[in-house]
């Protein structure tokens, strides 16, 4: 059975850590990015250094044409995807809800929760094992904001993961019996790029000591946790979401 595992937003922080251990745990992988080509051609070049197998593509995640390219190029490249991690996200900058506007909200949510949507729908169609795939797995990237809520920061962000919390339980459900496993991870602070968008890059360190653990996830603690899940180590595992967010 191909071993092709798709990584969305795989150039940068999680996502590439996730490209990276995925590769190295047998994966052919393929990353999309939306607009970093120099970072992502990094992440691949590293990958095949290593004696991976790797292969970027520019494709956004709420857009149904780029995202339809981005499984068939996956699938010529290197075969049936079997996997999928659905880890682009965008957050915008700190702000109440009063002063957010709806070209922001529709933003978050079309890249958030539109493109996790898309994804799965795309993935679903072709792993289930009824429509004649092989089965597979998907593992969704929610955050910690789903429960805490974001107050006066990101509820934009926040809802779009809570969302993507109640999608990952039903698709679950929905495929279980068709060979496909739908589970998820909600990262705490996880020091990356992401926190520039907030306008304080400084934010994962700022909070830290909020942390019950007194400390900054890292991108590769994510990845392991959404690996295992993706892998057959996690065979009775379904619709299940977990925390690594240091007790967060
Ligand atoms: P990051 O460092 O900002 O990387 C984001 C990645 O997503 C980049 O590869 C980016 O591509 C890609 N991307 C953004 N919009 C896209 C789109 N429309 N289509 C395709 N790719 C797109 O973010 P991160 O911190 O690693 O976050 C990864 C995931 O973890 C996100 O879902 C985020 O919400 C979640 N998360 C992060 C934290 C944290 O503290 N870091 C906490 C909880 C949850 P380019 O390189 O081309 O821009």
């Given at each position: 059975m191909a071993r092709t595992l798709i990584v969305t937003?795989?150039?940068?922080?999680i996502g590439a850590a996730c490209a990276r251990l995925g590769a190295r745990a047998g994966w052919s992988v393929c990353l999309s990015y939306r607009a970093n080509e120099a970072a992502a051609a990094a992440v691949v070049h590293e990958i095949e250094q290593a004696g991976g197998r790797a292969l970027a593509i520019a494709s956004d995640v709420s857009s149904e044409l780029n995202v339809t390219d981005l499984f068939d190029r996956a699938e010529k490249a290197?075969?049936?995807?079997?996997g999928l991690i659905n880890n682009a996200g965008i957050l915008a900058s700190a702000s109440t809800l009063a002063n957010i506007e709806l070209s922001r909200w529709t933003a978050t949510l079309a890249t958030n929760l539109t493109g996790t949507f898309l994804c799965a729908r795309e993935a679903v169609r072709r792993m289930a094992v009824s429509a004649g795939g092989a089965g597979g797995s998907i593992v969704n990237v929610s955050s910690m904001a789903a429960v805490l809520?974001?107050?006066?920061?990101f509820i934009d962000y926040a809802a779009s993961k809570g969302a993507i919390d109640a999608l990952t339980i039903g698709l679950a459900k929905e495929v279980a019996a068709d060979g496909i496993r739908v589970n998820g991870v909600r990262p705490g602070l996880?020091?990356?790029?992401?926190?520039e968008s907030s306008g304080d890059p400084s934010r994962a360190k700022r909070l830290a000591p909020t942390v019950p653990m007194q400390r900054t996830g890292t991108t590769e603690e994510v990845a392991r946790t959404i690996l295992w899940l993706l892998s057959?180590?996690?065979?009775?595992?379904?619709g299940v979401t977990i925390n690594v967010s240091g007790g967060r």
């Open positions: 937003g795989g150039s940068r922080g290197f075969g049936e995807v079997t809520g974001a107050p006066s920061e996880i020091d990356t790029g992401i926190h057959d180590d996690a065979s009775y595992c379904t």
